[in-house]
């Protein structure tokens, strides 16, 4: 019985170099990244030295990232030490955006990201992801999935255990 074989299908090398990085990308450094929020205004981890800074990056048709976000204000609102940046992303207008954020009112920025926003912060695993930098600017841990205010704190008070909800 002879058998056979075709040949494999060539492969994009370029393609399977590029997935590999974004997958592995190390998250943003202390101040490598600047944002800039849908009023205009530029964020960097440097200027936001002395305080905790919690990155989360949502998408306007995630429930779970609309739930999560009353949590993050109330954060914000209570904790004058924490400055919480929103990153929209994988939409395809702005107005869904803005519409999202009309149903849920919040007073920290939200950044209109995109896939190359996402990739410099380094691997996510789905919606809603958060990266929590320390007042000296660096980061200390990523949370994938939602977390409330009272989980964001008790991490901040619990120093080097932060590792439980924010793991690196």
């Known amino acids: 019985m002879e058998r056979s074989f075709l040949p494999p299908a060539p492969i994009s090398w370029a393609g399977v170099l590029l997935a590999l990085?974004?997958?592995?990308?190390?998250?943003?450094?202390?101040?490598?990244?600047?944002?800039?929020?849908?009023?205009?205004?530029?964020?960097?981890?440097a200027a936001?030295?002395?305080?905790?800074?919690l990155v989360?990056?949502?998408?306007?048709?995630?429930?779970p990232c609309l739930q999560e976000m009353p949590e993050l204000e109330a954060l914000q609102q209570q904790r004058k030490d924490v400055q919480v940046i929103g990153v929209a992303v994988l939409y395809r207008k702005r107005q869904e955006v803005l519409d999202a954020l009309r149903s849920t009112a919040v007073s920290y920025p939200i950044v209109l990201g995109d896939e190359d926003v996402a990739s410099d912060f380094g691997e996510m695993r789905g919606m809603p992801t958060s990266f929590l930098y320390d007042p000296s600017g660096k980061l200390v841990g990523k949370h994938d999935g939602p977390v409330t205010r009272e989980e964001v704190?008790?991490?901040?008070?619990?120093?080097?255990?932060l590792a439980k909800l924010f793991p690196r």
């Open 21 to 45: 990085l974004l997958c592995s990308a190390p998250a943003v450094r202390a101040g490598a990244w600047d944002l800039k929020d849908t009023a205009g205004v530029h964020h960097t981890l």
């Open 48 to 53: 936001e030295k002395g305080k905790w800074v």
């Open 56 to 63: 989360n990056f949502w998408a306007p048709w995630c429930p």
């Open 153 to 161: 704190e008790q991490a901040l008070t619990q120093g080097p255990n």
